[in-house]
């Protein structure tokens, strides 16, 4: 039988945490409050909206920070019954782009939310996420 070396495990800290300061209570009413203020933010982007221009401005969408068009104005210099294939391109890529912008707008108002949250962030780190 052979002898081996015993290395004690090192000592946790209190707290369980880099910071210490994971108190579960503060976690759980940071978590609620983050909660609804993202709710808050869905709700407020129905009624915000951007407004995306294709065809060097001949077509111009407006969208929710929900995605849904709003409206489409088409500059009637545009509209040729030969043409129907150049209108209906420069409205595939007027609608893309104002996803695009709306995801982004909605993207960056969840962010100002998420963004500042100390403790969630570490704990949601070491899972992966």
Do not use: C, W, Y
């Not at 707290?15 to 994971?22: H, P, W």
């Amino acid at each position: 039988m052979s002898k081996r070396s015993f290395r004690p495990k090192p000592k946790r800290k209190a707290g369980g945490s880099k910071g210490g300061n994971m108190n579960p209570k503060n976690m759980m009413a940071q978590m609620q409050q983050m909660q609804q203020q993202m709710a808050d933010a869905q709700s407020a982007l129905a009624d915000e909206s951007v407004t995306v221009t294709a065809g060097g401005g001949a077509i111009s969408i407006e969208i929710t920070g929900h995605q849904r068009i709003k409206a489409i104005n088409i500059d009637p210099e545009v509209i040729d019954p030969e043409d129907a294939e150049m209108l209906q391109d420069m409205l595939v890529a007027g609608i893309n782009a104002a996803i695009e912008q709306s995801q982004a707008m909605s993207a960056e108002r969840m962010e100002g939310i998420t963004g500042n949250m100390g403790g969630l962030n570490d704990l949601l780190g070491g899972l992966g996420m």
